[in-house]
Structure formats: C-alpha cells, structure tokens
C-alpha cells in the first residue's frame, strides 16, 4: 500500500522567502506530525495534529513556523521569510492513533530544505 | 526531563563483523523504547521495540534488550552486512503521544 509522501523532495529558497512544504498521511491515519532533522542532530518534534482536536504546537521554534492539515488528511507546513537557520530535512510522519498507546509513527522520505 | 544518548558515529565495520550501538535513557516512569532505522534516501522505519524492562525486542537479526537497572536499550547485530549501513535511532515512548528521538549513529559497512 502507499506510505508517506512528501513534496517537494528538495526545495532551494532564497533568504526572506516563503516555503510550503506538503505531507500525504497513510490513509486511515488519525495523527500526523512534523519534525526537522538537521545536520547532525537528532529529530526536533515540530508540531503534532490528531483527528480535528487542536494541534499541538509546543515545538515550533518561532512564530514563522506554520502548519495546517486541511480534512484530517493533507499536511501542510509553511515557514515564512526563512532564515538559513531553516536549511534541514523535514520529516512528516503518521500513526494509527498518537496518545495512550505504544504505536508506530510511519515515516515519509522527507523534504530536505536548502535556504542561500 | 526524558532524553536519549546515543554513541557518536560514524560507526565503520567490516561485513560479518559484530555491531553495537550504545543507547542510554533518562525517563520518568515506565518507557517503551525503539530503534528506528533510516536507509540513504528514505525516511524512518521501525527496526524493533521493547516495552518493558527486560524485554527483548528482535528484528532482521537485530536485537536490543531493555535494561532498566543500567537504564540501556544497546542494538547488536552479530554479523552485519554492507546493506546494513543506515542510520539508526533509538528512542523512548513514556506517553502522550511525544516520541524523544536521539541525535542518530550512521553506520557504513565495507565489503
């Protein structure tokens, strides 16, 4: 069956501009989430969305950090005005349910994100 | 607060040599702990898990036992094969729905 998918797969922007990245969840998956892997570092939790309860946002880094998820399915996260501090791989993921049980987040290949 | 160590990589070994990851825990409570894999070029998946203390989790002839009293969940692999190079993760699930995921260790195996 289809996993994740993200797009674009690499994405170069210019400084100041503004960047929508798009995650396709497994299909049936109630919860969805968002980190960031940089060079080096582990994954940075970013955002976490479940059924149409309002999204966790404890990880976002700054207020031009966005993301919404449009019928409980799609995913988009928008960075506004990026900074080269941006330039890592972001990494959507989806599980069957998130809270109260020991479940399995399905990873996409990620969207690696290049700020000149 | 939880967190997760893992050994720095890069790890580099000889097929059919012997492998482990060193990871190490700080957590409140009971944990289920994971390590996740990582091939060039695609995203996470779930190699194995263990949700309690001595638990062995196995996988593709990986295996992680989840030790409390050393608060570990070490990966050993006994022979490992070039198709093995990846980057692998461990991590820790104490509730909520928050998974904490180390920095990573690339492994590259030479044929």
């Known amino acids: 069956g289809a996993g994740v998918s993200q797009s674009p797969s690499n994405k170069v922007t210019e400084k100041g501009k503004d960047v929508e990245l798009r995650c396709d969840p497994i299909s049936g998956h109630t919860a969805l989430y968002w980190y960031r892997q940089s060079l080096g570092q582990g994954l940075e939790f970013l955002i976490y969305?479940?059924?149409?309860?309002?999204?966790?946002k404890s990880g976002l880094p700054s207020d031009r950090f966005s993301a919404e998820r449009t019928g409980g399915s799609v995913s988009t996260l928008t960075i506004q005005r990026t900074q080269q501090e941006d330039s890592a791989v972001y990494l959507c993921?989806?599980?069957?349910?998130?809270?109260?049980?020991?479940?399995?987040?399905?990873f996409g290949p990620g969207t690696r994100l290049t700020v000149t | 607060g939880n967190s997760v160590t893992q050994m720095e990589g890069p790890v580099t070994l000889s097929e059919e040599a012997f492998l482990t990851i060193n990871c190490t825990y700080t957590?409140?409570?009971?944990?289920?702990l994971f390590w996740y894999v990582q091939y060039p070029g695609e995203g996470l998946q779930l190699l194995l898990k263990a949700t309690k203390a001595d638990d062995k989790g196995s996988n593709k002839g990986f295996e992680a036992t989840y030790r409390k009293e050393t608060t570990s969940f070490h990966l050993e692999k006994g022979s490992v094969q070039v198709s093995d190079s990846a980057v692998y993760f461990c991590a820790l699930y104490t509730g909520g729905f928050k998974t904490i995921f180390g920095a990573g260790t690339r492994l590259f195996v030479k044929a």
């Open positions: 957590a409140t409570g009971y944990p289920s």
């Open positions: 993921a989806s599980s069957v349910t998130g809270t109260g049980s020991i479940y399995e987040q399905y």
């Open positions: 969305f479940q059924g149409n309860s309002a999204p966790d």
